[in-house]
């Protein structure tokens, strides 16, 4: 009984040492990790050193380590010493289990604030695919697992990190997808918080001897370090990946059969037969080329492709490789896809905004140059309401502190930096014009992107315009979205036969941007552009050479909150 009670006052204390702890006190600067990989067993196994900062404002002597639900912690030491730790299931939906195996660290002294620490760390276990986060808020299982694909097999081999699989230690709050963007937040959170961090793993997988020898992929710098045969059956493949800084990437790495199709401007590595798809992809890389090397200039690292096993799964994009099914023949997907990773390889950033959000504007101005302006109206236009439900929501939880928390320089929501992100840069393009975009982007170099407004800068510059403004309502607050009606309408015959016709523009919503106004007649229409301000009007007058019938503000081009009152019926003009 006495033992009973000693350890139930130790689990006590352990249990409100976990509710009180700060996961997120510190930062993970450093990761020096050897991870083998079995993918006959599905099994992982990483020993290796983390260092790790104390941005808290307080001094810290615990800490959270979290892997996989499905990887267990062997051990844990502080300067070769072995520190007291307790592990235990943590819900989370980072992981595509639903669940974390973390580990709360007492350690021997105090973590002072900006204070370092290093662990050395150890932890194995299988990788197995899972969709169970996926399927307990409802997603049908066969659905589930062409979005959560990752796993260690046999036969393939594909495992993304943090948001997918926490195959290398991290520390969040809990997350949860039912529960809005909440998991999407804390992967953000840990983005940015981890932007600066340096990552060296050197990856080892080994396995039976095959005709063709499984080749392992990493999306950080790689290379092949040296081949153990291990025995007359088995191999030993080393391959060293670094990522410094690791920025926006999300590690992954992949193993499977493939082969290897290599072009100037990017590499395609295809499975079995699929060479017919991946050299539709290559074709349409080769054509995009000129159109970025435009608008981001000339590529700086080699953009590259490699097939997903599933033929339905989800693509996935880490920065300048694309992880993708090559089984169909799909020439529009695959230039859509080959334009906004070649933008990312020719022209990077620390802003998720601008990185993010050029690769997408990126995807718009190539559907305008294939298919005219409408087509890229058309594709930014599926962006339109998951922008306008995000803002939506925003305005309601955040109410006063949502100008601030949720900008496009500081969010976390891929609905603003991503979606929102490519209306603004359309926006800034159709203001400015091409010429002076291109020049301003050019000029941009991101390790002088040291402060918000850099930017700003580099367009007026190039564009002799004051955009102070419109930076103020979409970048660096976040103001919601304009809301344009046309208030009135007058027109009148003028003494030579044409109409002049005079629009009063209102603005419902808090930010202001320059959309264009278009009177439609008979004959055709005329467009002309007005800026307006939030919670304001203005008034402009077009003139056509016949009768005008409606007037219609915004053709599509600035994202609002509501699309249903942009158009207005003419009556019989005044003489």
Same mark, same amino acid.
């Given at each position: 009984?006495?033992f009973?009670?000693v350890?139930?006052?130790?689990?006590?204390?352990l249990?409100?040492?976990?509710?009180?702890?700060?996961?997120?006190?510190?930062?993970?600067?450093?990761?020096?990790?050897d991870v083998?990989?079995? @993918?006959?067993q599905? =099994?992982?196994?990483?020993r290796?050193?983390?260092?790790?900062?104390?941005d808290?404002?307080?001094? !810290?002597?615990?800490?959270?380590?979290?892997?996989s639900?499905?990887?267990d912690?062997?051990?844990?030491q502080?300067?070769g010493?072995?520190v007291?730790?307790?592990?235990?299931?943590y819900?989370?939906?980072?992981?595509?289990?639903?669940?974390l195996s973390?580990?709360?660290?007492?350690?021997?002294?105090?973590?002072?604030?900006?204070?370092?620490?290093?662990?050395?760390v150890g932890?194995?276990?299988?990788?197995?695919?899972?969709?169970?986060r996926?399927t307990q808020?409802?997603? @049908?299982?066969d659905?589930?697992?062409h979005t959560?694909w990752?796993?260690?097999?046999?036969?393939?081999?594909?495992?993304?990190?943090?948001g997918y699989v926490?195959?290398?230690?991290?520390a969040?709050e809990a997350?949860?997808l039912?529960e809005g963007?909440s998991?999407?937040?804390?992967?953000?959170?840990?983005k940015?918080?981890?932007?600066?961090?340096e990552?060296?793993i050197?990856?080892?997988?080994?396995?039976?001897?095959?005709?063709?020898?499984?080749t392992?992929f990493?999306?950080?710098?790689?290379?092949?370090?040296?081949?153990?045969?291990?025995s007359?059956?088995?191999?030993?493949?080393t391959?060293?990946?670094?990522?410094?800084?690791?920025?926006l990437?999300?590690?992954?790495?992949?193993?499977?059969?493939?082969n290897?199709?290599d072009?100037p401007?990017?590499?395609?590595?295809y499975?079995? /037969?699929?060479?017919s798809?991946?050299?539709?992809?290559?074709?349409?890389?080769?054509?995009a080329?000129?159109?970025?090397?435009?608008?981001f200039?000339q590529?700086?690292?080699?953009?590259?492709?490699? /097939?997903?096993?599933?033929?339905?799964?989800?693509p996935?994009e880490?920065?300048?490789?694309?992880?993708t099914p090559?089984?169909y023949?799909?020439?529009?997907r695959?230039?859509?896809?080959?334009?906004?990773?070649l933008?990312h390889?020719?022209?990077?950033s620390?802003r998720p905004?601008?990185?993010?959000?050029?690769?997408?504007?990126a995807?718009a101005a190539?559907?305008?140059?294939?298919?005219?302006?409408?087509?890229a109206?058309?594709?930014?236009?599926?962006?339109r309401?998951?922008?306008a439900?995000t803002?939506?929501?925003?305005?309601?939880?955040?109410?006063?502190?949502?100008?601030?928390?949720e900008?496009l320089?500081?969010?976390?929501?891929e609905?603003l930096? =991503?979606?929102?992100?490519m209306y603004?840069w359309?926006m800034? =393009?159709?203001m400015?014009?091409d010429?002076?975009?291109?020049?301003?982007l050019?000029?941009?170099?991101?390790?002088?992107?040291?402060?918000?407004?850099?930017? !700003?800068?580099?367009?007026?510059?190039?564009s002799k315009?004051?955009?102070e403004?419109?930076?103020?309502?979409?970048?660096?607050?976040?103001?919601g979205?304009?809301?344009?009606?046309v208030?009135?309408?007058?027109?009148r015959q003028?003494?030579?036969g044409t109409?002049m016709?005079?629009?009063?523009v209102?603005?419902?919503?808090?930010a202001?941007a320059?959309?264009?106004v278009?009177?439609?007649?008979?004959?055709? /229409?005329?467009?002309?552009?007005?800026?307006?301000r939030g919670?304001s009007?203005?008034?402009?007058?077009?003139?056509?050479?016949t009768?005008?019938?409606?007037v219609v503000?915004?053709?599509g081009?600035?994202?609002?909150?509501?699309m249903?009152?942009?158009?207005?019926?003419? =009556?019989?003009?005044?003489?």
């Open positions: 009984m006495k009973l009670r350890l139930m006052v130790i689990l006590s204390a249990s409100v040492q976990a509710f009180s702890l700060d996961r997120e006190a510190f930062t993970f600067t450093k990761y020096v990790l083998r990989i079995e @993918p006959e599905q =099994r992982l196994a990483v290796g050193k983390i260092t790790l900062r104390n808290s404002t307080s001094a !810290q002597k615990n800490l959270a380590l979290q892997i639900s499905t990887l912690w062997k051990s844990i502080v300067g010493k072995t007291q730790f307790v592990t235990h299931e819900s989370s939906d980072i992981d595509h289990t639903g669940a973390e580990a709360i660290v007492t350690l021997p002294h105090e973590v002072p604030p900006k204070g370092k620490i290093e662990l050395d932890y194995e276990g299988l990788i197995p695919l899972d969709v169970t996926l808020i409802g997603v @049908p299982e659905k589930a697992r959560d990752d796993q260690i097999s046999k036969s393939f081999t594909a495992v993304r990190g943090v926490a195959w290398y230690p991290v969040t997350a949860n039912s963007n998991m999407f937040e804390a992967v953000g959170r840990w940015a918080r981890e932007t600066q961090a990552m060296k050197e990856l080892t997988h080994s396995g039976e001897r095959s005709e063709q020898r499984p392992l990493c999306n950080g710098r790689g290379t092949v370090q040296g081949q153990d045969p291990i007359e059956a088995d191999y030993g493949v391959t060293e990946c670094s990522y410094c800084p690791l920025g990437t999300v590690p992954l790495f992949l193993i499977g059969s493939y290897a199709l072009r401007e990017i590499s395609i590595s499975l079995g /037969e699929h060479k798809g991946a050299e539709d992809y290559a074709i349409a890389a080769e054509l080329v000129p159109f970025v090397t435009q608008w200039g590529p700086r690292v080699k953009a590259e492709v490699v /097939e997903l096993a599933n033929p339905e799964a989800a996935f880490a920065g300048s490789m694309v992880l090559l089984g023949n799909d020439s529009r695959y230039a859509l896809t080959a334009v906004h990773q933008t390889a020719a022209l990077a620390p905004w601008i990185y993010e959000g050029l690769a997408h504007f995807q190539y559907r305008e140059r294939q298919n005219g302006r409408q087509a109206l058309d594709f930014m236009g599926l962006h309401t998951a922008i439900d803002e939506k929501a925003l305005a309601a939880d955040h109410k006063e502190n949502a100008a601030a928390s900008s320089i500081n969010t976390n929501s609905e930096y =991503r979606s929102k992100a603004v359309w800034l =393009r159709d400015v014009g010429d002076a975009m291109q020049k301003a050019a000029a941009y170099h991101p390790d002088q992107d040291k402060a918000p407004a850099y930017l !700003q800068h580099l367009v007026e510059a190039q315009r004051d955009l403004w419109f930076f103020d309502d979409w970048v660096y607050r976040d103001r979205l304009p809301d344009f009606h208030e009135s309408v007058y027109s003028t003494i030579h109409y016709v005079t629009v009063l209102e603005n419902l919503g808090d202001g320059e959309v264009p278009t009177v439609r007649t008979d004959s055709g /229409e005329v467009s002309k552009r007005l800026e307006v919670n009007k203005n008034a402009i007058r077009i003139e056509v050479s009768p005008p019938q409606q503000v915004n053709d081009s600035v994202p609002e909150s509501d249903s009152n942009n158009s207005f019926k003419v =009556r019989t003009p005044a003489r």
